[in-house]
């Protein structure tokens, strides 16, 4: 019974094959150890047996010589009998007359002092021959000698030279192993570079791995290199493609700008975000004059003026980043450019130097007498986007422009927190949330569209004068002043605290910012610190911006590899006008991406996007990655998300 349990146990263990090749070893090591000493110990019998019926047969010649030329008195045979029989450590010495009586005998019955166990001396027992002399009185027999040396001496001497051939195989067992071992790894090196590439093939990583020089692995890593060199290739080619169509649907052909229509997507997108606190700015720039371009001096002209006049204001918000966070320029219609800000304090400030700006690139124009005015206004928290464009028109409408002049009109209708007004109180009271755990996590779930619960996406809400306010709220001056990472940390620590004792059975989803992504010491304490909770860590996927995985790209292929080896998953979130320029996005085993509100708000309305969105879904699918929208709330929208491929929705 026991033994039906343990073939049944073994046919349902799983064995690798390095396992199989080391049981196979070792039996081969321990037959050849156990028949080298079996062999050369039955070859020492032989031997043994083979010199003692000798030494019987020569002392029995010897003996019987001696006899015959001595007189045969019954003394003197006994007297030589006896002495040689006490000299030569035999069994038994016996002269029989030619009728077989016994004439002299002597034999030897004490028991040896032998360390040879009584086992071995049972199966190696030496049956040796005794030695035949015959004994001659003048011409006449006188009788037969017989000879039989005693075997336990070499018996004693064969269980020694058995024990020095059995620690001496041993050793040299030992030492075939450790060689064997390093045989054996340099053998199936190869193979854990075909299991280490099969497996991130399972975790939806398509790398490649060198071509090892054993023929067998050779034929299986080409196979394998080349089914990563396809994914490689149809990767690419879908990448430049849906490239191609993004730029072409959601930017200005002359310009390169964005779009009117995709800027009012982002605009709305922001709106929606600003629904909590408000923190934003927008700006518009009208070309006054700008057909005169074309009339006066000519089209090809007009069109530099155009390129020249959206490469300078590009060049001013990339000098001027530490005014704001985010900044998103278009152009919407022939001659007007709008700017939003994102996190911006003075506008007016911006303002002064774009009129700088703006006044020496108009007097090159001078005789065509070109005016560039702007204006501008802080979003309030219940603008729709219709309010805030219709504001900054009518800004541009009542300024009284003349020709050739720079001028700015501003709406100082700045919303003031009901908290903090300054840097150090905001940073003062995160970090007093912060130390003193007056914090709650915020849970958002990520639904398929049959209703199934893919994840939970957590959020960090902070307890500031009292109250509990949302990330959307503090999120921007926690960037600010340079917080993220402690916020990051902070929700950690709480996701341990309140999942550690019972794991969920959906993933969770923690957000990780750009700040605790390029700090390695935060990173890494948020690594150790998760490690100590497998069971945890495997349902944690990380939230990781789209724009951190293009600029940091080896950073953050080194964090999905730790992700990875800690058991945990990671997803882009805010995907968008940056997701093909990913380079070798199938090597990084990304568990989901989570497409930006700005392309799911009304996508039913929009063909452009449609496409560019039914070929994310396509590429990601190729892979193995899932694909949900962000923010979007329409049916309609919802409707046409499920016909283009997505997984699911985050209804925030």
Not at 461 to 480: M, V
């Amino acid at each position: 019974m026991a033994s039906f349990s343990l073939s049944k146990y073994l046919k349902k263990r799983k064995i690798t094959l390095r396992q199989e090749l080391w049981i196979a070893l070792l039996i081969v090591i321990f037959v050849g150890f156990i028949s080298s000493v079996l062999i050369s110990t039955n070859s020492a019998k032989s031997y043994f047996s083979t010199q003692l019926y000798l030494k019987n047969v020569d002392n029995a010649s010897s003996l019987a010589l001696m006899i015959s030329q001595l007189d045969k008195d019954p003394v003197e045979l006994e007297l030589l009998v006896s002495a040689t029989f006490d000299t030569g450590h035999y069994k038994r010495i016996e002269l029989q007359d030619p009728n077989g009586e016994v004439i002299v005998k002597r034999t030897f019955t004490d028991e040896l002092k032998a360390t040879a166990p009584q086992w071995f001396r049972s199966i190696y027992a030496l049956n040796v021959e005794p030695g035949v002399g015959q004994v001659n009185d003048g011409w006449q027999q006188f009788g037969t000698l017989f000879i039989e040396s005693h075997s336990q001496y070499a018996e004693q001497a064969l269980w020694e030279s058995a024990l020095k051939l059995f620690f001496s195989f041993l050793i040299v067992a030992f030492f075939a192993c450790i060689v064997s071992a390093y045989f054996l790894s340099r053998i199936l090196k190869p193979l854990d570079d075909v299991v280490y590439q099969a497996n991130a093939f399972g975790e939806k990583r398509f790398i490649k791995s060198s071509v090892p020089r054993t023929f067998e692995f050779a034929r299986l890593v080409q196979s394998m290199n080349q089914l990563s060199t396809r994914f490689s290739r149809i990767i690419k080619e879908d990448n430049k493609r849906l490239e191609e169509l993004r730029f072409k649907s959601q930017h200005d052909e002359l310009t390169g700008l964005a779009n009117r229509e995709y800027f009012g997507a982002t605009l709305e997108a922001h709106l929606q975000k600003s629904k909590d606190h408000a923190h934003g700015a927008l700006f518009l720039f009208r070309v006054v004059n700008l057909d005169r371009v074309s009339e006066e001096v000519g089209r090809v002209e007009m069109v530099n003026f155009l390129r020249r006049f959206s490469q300078m204001l590009v060049s001013f918000l990339e000098s001027n980043q530490e005014h704001f966070s985010e900044n998103y320029i278009a152009r919407i219609s022939h001659s007007d450019f709008t700017v939003l800000f994102s996190d911006i304090d003075n506008i007016q400030a911006i303002s002064e130097r774009i009129l700088l700006m703006h006044q020496s690139f108009v007097e090159e124009y001078k005789n065509v007498k070109l005016a560039i005015p702007h204006s501008c206004t802080y979003i309030q928290k219940d603008d729709t986007r219709f309010d805030v464009l219709k504001r900054v028109d009518e800004l541009l409408k009542a300024g009284n422009i003349k020709q050739g002049v720079v001028r700015a009109k501003i709406v100082e209708n700045k919303q003031k927190s009901n908290l903090f007004d300054d840097a150090d109180s905001w940073k003062s009271e995160i970090e007093s949330a912060l130390d003193n755990q007056t914090l709650e996590i915020n849970t958002y779930p990520v639904m398929s569209f049959s209703g199934q619960l893919i994840q939970s996406q957590l959020g960090l809400s902070l307890e500031l004068g009292g109250k509990l306010y949302r990330a959307s709220y503090y999120y921007q001056w926690a960037n600010r002043l340079k917080l993220l990472a402690r916020l990051d940390w902070g929700l950690i620590k709480a996701l341990v605290a309140q999942y550690n004792a019972e794991p969920p059975s959906e993933l969770i989803s923690v957000e990780l910012s750009a700040q605790t992504l390029l700090d390695d010491a935060a990173l890494a304490s948020i690594l150790t610190y998760l490690s100590a909770f497998p069971d945890l860590a495997s349902k944690i996927c990380f939230d990781i911006r789209e724009s951190i995985a293009v600029s940091e790209i080896e950073i953050f292929k080194d964090f999905c590899e730790q992700a990875r080896c800690m058991g945990a998953k990671v997803a882009l979130k805010r995907v968008g006008p940056e997701f093909t320029k990913i380079n070798k996005i199938q090597e990084f085993g990304l568990e989901m991406i989570k497409v930006d509100s700005v392309y799911g708000h009304n996508i039913s309305y929009s063909q452009d996007n449609q496409t560019f969105l039914r070929g994310v879904c396509t590429l990601a699918h190729s892979i193995g990655i899932k694909v949900v929208a962000q923010g979007v709330t329409s049916q309609d929208d919802i409707d046409t998300l499920i016909n283009l491929g997505f997984d699911g929705v985050i209804k925030e």
